[in-house]
């Protein structure tokens, strides 16, 4: 059986791999959650303000060695 350590290391390398379809998933999402958020009834001045915000964010890719830390200290307790 692997190590903690080694499943860690095996899942930051599978984030790292999944850094460039990570982001393309999120900007991909923005017009569902604009469009979902419009459904629920808020009016236009939220609305736009809502949709204005999601425009504006930047996806921010995890660190892999920081995921790995974590992981593996989540593991132990």
């Not at 190590?3 to 860690?8: L, R, V």
């Not at 599978?14 to 469009?35: D, E, F, H, I, T």
């Given at each position: 059986?692997a ?6 290391a ?29 459904a ?38």
């Open positions: 059986m190590s903690i350590e080694e499943m860690a095996k899942g930051s390398a599978k984030l790292s791999r999944k850094a460039a379809q990570m982001a393309a998933g999120y900007n991909a999402a923005k017009g569902r959650a604009v469009a979902n958020f419009r629920v009834g808020f009016g236009p001045t939220r609305s736009a303000a809502y949709e204005s915000g999601v425009a504006a964010a930047t996806y921010r890719a995890p660190d892999p060695a920081k995921w790995a830390t974590n992981w593996a200290a989540k593991m132990r307790e």
